[in-house]
């Protein structure tokens, strides 16, 4: 058995274990040994600002695009107000000015982008139908959209911004905005007028901890039920250039679902995919990016299936995005690109600009897909907690929770298990057995920059087809338990 976490600064040694009573298992692991952190670890909030450009355009005071007003040939120049957080693991920046949005997670240890941020914005699908301003533009980022489908009416709308707590363990800040506007030109295909719904998105760094954690609050103040739409869009590129972020043919979705459909004008992107059956397709070649033969709409079906977690590993250098979160509250997962085209014929954006750009977009529902509406309850409320962890050294994701990711599996030889600690100076007690025989059990620290890989030999004779793992803190506290079968 083998724990494989290489690092120049750190220091290996092997440990010779023999256990009489469970069969003479031997083995040897290696395991990283860190120095205290020399100082705690704290959480900062600053202002900044962050440029973007777009191709010049205009649109009028409803948002509504105006006819004419583009020019692909002139790039302008956008400069918005931002808010930094930042601990020893991340950090972030957020733009409450355009849709509230989470535009940047950087993940220090490797030093790379998580989330994608378009170079030049350019504006498409004027006069389609298709959006709610008859008009779309990406931006990229983490921003939630309410209360019509395909991006919704807040996408360009600046959120109010508040500090909800500041101190040295830990920030929050909330975003906030009420749906008490309309578009008078809004397609027939949304709805009229306006919600009241009022949303606030809550974003939390933590010290000492790796991972974002957020929580989408929404009301309606209204005396009766009303039939609303809310969707949290993610635009990933995991382990990018943060000067350039994008995601490469290496990408692959995880997600633990078996099927998908796709709207009857996508229905060339299950092609590759075995049917199962009117409408679904094997979720198999369209986990990954460079799959996509264009642009499509993907849906998990039926639905996530009470999954709690799904994101992006790019396999080029096995660093991950990955969203955990109730999805039984969030049960509808719609999966997007605009084909694997826009990354092998990528252009300079400044000289030949285009809406179609490499990235994955994942979008979390309270239905199952867009204009399936969902019923909000007089007087109700809706909270959708998340949780946004890189992965590093991953080659996929098995189970998740707020504390841990894992990828766990066996075959008759042996186990082995991939993990990402979100809180990593947290020394681990990692245990693997199969029925009552131990395979694995010793104190592991967490490595943030490599990874942490463990590998445990099965002797032979041993009885029982699971293998049973559990993490937990050096004090005993359980941080997950997962089995998995041998194959």
């Known amino acids: 058995m083998a724990i494989h976490a290489p690092s120049p600064a750190r220091v290996r040694f092997a440990v010779a274990v023999l256990s009489a009573a469970v069969l003479s298992v031997m083995g040897a692991f290696h395991a990283v040994v860190r120095a205290a952190s020399p100082v705690p670890d704290t ?34 120049d956008h400069t918005f107000k931002t808010y ?3 601990n020893r693991y991340l950090k972030v920046t957020l733009v409450p000015e355009f849709g509230g949005r989470i535009i940047s997670i950087i993940y220090k240890p490797t030093g790379h982008e998580q989330l994608y941020r378009a170079e030049v914005g350019v504006p498409y699908g004027m006069k389609g139908g298709t959006f ?26 600046p959120w109010d911004f508040k500090v909800v707590k500041e101190g040295a363990s830990e920030v929050t800040v909330s975003m906030s905005l009420k749906d008490d506007f309309a578009y008078s030109a809004a397609p027939k295909r949304f709805r009229p007028g306006s919600t009241g719904i009022e949303a606030t998105t809550y974003v939390t760094l933590k010290a000492d901890r790796a991972a974002l954690d957020a929580r989408v609050v929404l009301k309606n103040p209204q005396d009766k039920t009303i039939d609303y739409e809310y969707w949290t869009c993610t635009t990933l590129a995991p382990g990018s250039d943060p000067n350039n972020p994008k995601t490469t043919g290496g990408a692959e979705i995880i997600a633990p679902i078996q099927a998908y459909t796709t709207p009857h004008w996508s229905a060339n992107l299950a092609d590759g995919d075995k049917s199962l059956g009117p409408g679904r397709s094997r979720f198999e070649k369209l986990r990954y990016f460079r799959n996509w033969p264009t642009m499509g709409i993907a849906y998990a079906a039926p639905d996530m299936q009470g999954g709690n977690f799904w994101g992006v590993i790019n396999h080029d250098n096995e660093e991950g995005i990955i969203r955990i979160a ?65 992965t590093v050294g991953m080659s996929n994701v098995t189970q998740a929770n707020e504390n841990i990711l894992i990828n766990l599996s066996a075959e008759a030889s042996g186990v082995n298990l991939q993990f990402f600690s979100i809180e990593p100076d947290t020394p681990l007690r990692v245990t693997l057995k199969r029925g009552g025989a131990v395979l694995f059990d010793d104190t592991v620290q967490a490595d943030p920059k490599n990874g942490n890989r463990i590998s445990a030999t099965i002797p032979e004779g041993l009885s029982g087809e699971q293998i049973q793992l559990t993490i937990r803190t050096a004090e005993g506290s359980e941080l997950i338990a997962a089995e998995t079968k041998i194959k």
């Open 326 to 390: 109730d999805n039984t509250v969030t049960p509808g997962l719609k999966m997007w690109t605009w084909g694997y085209q826009s990354f092998t014929n990528e252009t300079d954006a400044r000289k030949d600009p285009e809406p179609q750009q490499p990235y994955v977009e994942l979008w979390a529902g309270v239905s199952d897909q867009f204009f399936h509406s969902a019923n909000f309850p007089a007087l109700g409320k809706v909270s959708v907690s998340e949780t946004y962890s890189p």
């Open 84 to 86: 930094v957080l930042e």
């Open 132 to 157: 709610y301003y008859d008009w779309m533009m990406v931006y990229g980022g983490i921003f939630p959209t309410f209360p019509d489908p395909e991006h919704g009416k807040t996408w360009l709308k």
């Open 43 to 76: 959480v900062s909030l600053r202002e900044s600002t962050m440029t973007w450009s777009t191709v010049k355009y205009a649109t009028d005071a409803e948002n509504g695009f105006v006819s004419g007003s583009l020019d692909e040939k002139t790039i302008v």
